[in-house]
């Protein structure tokens, strides 16, 4: 575990100078300059620590051990664990000296002495180079920094060291998309995380070793991967890695050390993409983030999944878009780069799937520096993200229009009108319509505050005429304040625009405006609308209220 000041630029120095050496002259140095890790994981809310080592035949053990537990114990099983594992090693090297060999007689060993009986190694816990009384309880007796020494192979104790959790690598991979691995960390963050890509070597760049098949051929970035010059957590294909597999070395940190790397290599190849699409020209008026004054936004009606896998969908919704397409996995690919390209500070997004926003609208926006938050209506949901840098999360209100019209005595006027048409009454409290409230506040300003709603309302072509544009009160729940002051903005999703077949089917793109925050020496903000449309039969609100 390394404590360094600077410890990215340490690290690349020591690793570095560490590919300059031959493999024993690494080995060497690595043993002559440090201990055998023992990785403790000890959090309060749980009853049991686990304990991870690696005994000197190899083997790996992972204990899991009361807190409460006195130390004695552990050590005790630890030792028996010990000697179980030499007795095996020496069983093993027996049976493989008593083996045949290849001419078909026995291995000839000679007579020699028979091997002595092992004993119990010992086992002691110190710290601060004192040994740590066998009565004191676990949760205290392992400390970061002690050293655990089981016979005469010593452990440096580290506890709670950043770790991954979760780490996974896209199904789909095409060139010219960004590749945002899905990662979860403990005792860690991403951004003091370091990361290494490289890609697969190209057929006969590499040859296999004398004697065994290339299939079989052991992988390591010598001789079957290509290191990149990418260092960070997102890699953006070329049309060079088409046909190549991606693999990724990921050590997680936390700003002052570095826990256990991981590596994991993509299961697809890079496969090629669109070419030029529509939002790449428009990414050409959002290349930056814009200046803290200004909020630029986004709203984007991304289709689930479930309603893209109808036979309804593939012949009368989007009878001209190719099956392929259709799949979530391609158009997530899209999905992605479009979004992320925007540099936007505000995006809310309808028709989320569940599984889209954990496994790859967090991954992808989080690396850009979004936050989000979630809310599922039934088979899909909202989501809205925000800009760390500009904005924290204040509050969040989930509200259900069916239920607010039946409860809140601020619509009562509402459903007395609508009380008079039964059809309507009965067709908009069967609706699962939600409202997505955000209290965003400035990073820079804390009095400075904005909400953003967002929401999904039911359309249907044989129902309604058009979109309707309203301007109301919105009313938080639980707030003793007066309402707050409401523009909702509404855009009527209806097959109007056939793209081109690879293009079409990411998604709809409502609004993109910039506001500028009140109180500031700036004109008021304009909004401009970005067409492009799927289909989707659906109305789509964006609301903004700033005190």
């Not at 400390?143 to 979760?166: C, H, M, S, W």
């Not at 259900?400 to 601020?410: G, H, T, W």
């Not at 008021?524 to 789509?540: C, E, I, K």
């Amino acid at each position: 575990m390394w404590r360094l000041p600077g410890a990215r630029a340490a690290l690349r120095v020591i690793r570095t100078a560490l590919e300059k050496l031959s493999p024993a002259e690494a080995q060497s140095q690595t043993a002559a300059g440090a201990m055998e890790r023992a990785v403790v994981r000890c959090v309060p809310s749980e009853p049991k620590l686990s304990l991870s080592f690696a005994l000197a035949d190899g083997s790996h053990k992972n204990m899991q051990r009361d807190q409460s537990e006195p130390l004695g114990r552990v050590l005790s099983r630890i030792a028996t664990n010990a000697l179980k594992g030499h007795a095996k090693a020496a069983a093993a090297k027996k049976s493989r000296k008593s083996r045949p060999n290849a001419s078909g007689g026995a291995a000839c060993s000679g007579p020699g002495p028979e091997p002595a009986v092992a004993c119990e190694p010992v086992v002691k816990l110190y710290y601060r180079e004192e040994a740590v009384a066998e009565d004191v309880l676990n949760v205290d007796a392992w400390q970061d920094g002690a050293v655990l020494q089981i016979g005469d192979v010593k452990y440096k104790v580290e506890r709670n060291p950043p770790a991954f959790t979760e780490l996974q690598l896209p199904r789909y991979i095409m060139a010219g998309f960004p590749v945002c691995p899905k990662l979860s960390l403990e005792f860690g963050d991403p951004a003091s995380s370091l990361f290494r890509w490289y890609k697969e070597a190209k057929p006969g760049a590499a040859e296999p070793e004398v004697g065994v098949p290339s299939s079989l051929s052991s992988s390591s970035p010598s001789s079957s991967w290509t290191e990149t010059e990418v260092e960070e957590r997102v890699y953006t294909p070329s049309n060079a890695d088409i046909g190549l597999r991606l693999k990724l070395h990921c050590t997680p940190g936390d700003g002052q050390r570095f826990g256990p790397s991981r590596e994991l290599e993509s299961v697809c190849v890079v496969e090629a993409g669109p070419g030029t699409c529509t939002f790449d020209h428009r990414h050409l008026y959002t290349k930056k983030v814009t200046e803290d004054a200004l909020i630029r936004t986004v709203s984007y009606n991304i289709l689930a999944d479930t309603y893209a896998q109808t036979e309804f969908s593939r012949t009368v919704l989007y009878p001209y878009c190719a099956p392929y397409a259709l799949e979530l996995d391609y158009r997530q690919n899209l999905i992605q780069k479009e979004l992320t390209g925007y540099n936007a500070d505000v995006i809310c997004l309808q028709e989320v799937d569940r599984a889209v926003f954990s496994d790859s609208l967090v991954p992808a926006l989080e690396a850009f520096g979004l936050e989000g938050v979630f809310r599922i209506k039934q088979h899909e949901g909202l989501a809205t993200f925000y800009r760390k840098s500009k904005f924290s999360l204040l509050s969040q209100h989930d509200i259900s229009f069916y239920e607010a019209l039946e409860s809140d005595p601020l619509h009562k006027e509402l459903l007395e009108k609508l009380v008079l048409y039964p059809s309507a009454q009965e067709k908009v409290l069967q609706r699962s319509s939600v409202l997505q409230v955000s209290v965003l506040q400035s990073t820079k300003d804390s009095s400075k505050r904005i909400c953003v709603a967002n929401t999904h309302l039911y359309w249907h072509p044989k129902e309604c005429s058009g979109a309707i544009a309203t301007h109301r009160n919105l009313h938080l729940p639980g707030s003793s304040d007066s309402p707050a002051s409401a523009f909702w903005s509404s855009c009527d999703y209806r097959r109007s625009l056939a793209l081109p077949p690879r293009l079409v089917c990411s998604g709809r793109i409502s609004a993109h405006c910039k506001l500028r925050l009140p109180g500031l020496r700036h004109s008021p903000a304009s909004a401009s609308p970005v067409a492009g449309t799927t289909g989707a039969r659906h109305l789509a609100q964006l609301v903004f209220c700033i005190s």
